[in-house]
């Protein structure tokens, strides 16, 4: 786990990697149009034990002062993957650059998939059950 580390007058902030990698799962998260972060198997094993992983479908490159961020989504059909995207690198970028005072130099976003926000969620219902 790589920490990035400021010190000031009264002594040091540590930030880890998965702290950013949180924030932005969570950031790109909220956007319109993105169904679910995309984070393969292990992130599926994860939930499907269930433990949620937060930065499922992220990953970040973080130094001393600045972070670079891969997203991996699936966006949901009809939506208008130039915009959904330049809204995810708007809305990441803001919220790690608020939250931590890192400057974020770039929020790749990679769309892995298409689908309907209902099945989905219809999927997610029929894994319940099980």
């Given amino acids: 786990m790589v920490v990035s580390e400021e010190k000031n007058g009264l002594g040091s902030i540590r930030i880890a990697d998965d702290v950013v990698r949180i924030i932005a799962g969570l950031a790109a ?9 995309s984070g393969g198997m292990v992130g599926g094993i994860a939930e499907k034990l269930g433990r949620k992983n937060l930065s499922k479908g992220v990953k970040v490159e973080v130094g001393e002062k600045e ?6 989504i699936v ?9 959904v ?16 005072g890192l400057a974020v130099v770039e929020v790749n976003v990679n769309v892995q998939g298409v689908t ?15």
């Fill in 75 to 83: 966006v949901e059909y009809g939506s208008s993957i130039p915009e």
């Fill in 116 to 130: 309907f926000a209902n099945e989905l969620n219809e999927e997610e219902s029929s894994n319940r059950v099980k």
């Fill in 85 to 100: 995207a330049a809204r995810i690198q708007d809305t990441v970028k803001s919220a790690i650059e608020r939250m931590t």
């Fill in 29 to 37: 998260s909220e956007v319109s149009g993105v169904v679910s972060m």
């Fill in 67 to 72: 972070a670079a961020v891969d997203l991996y």
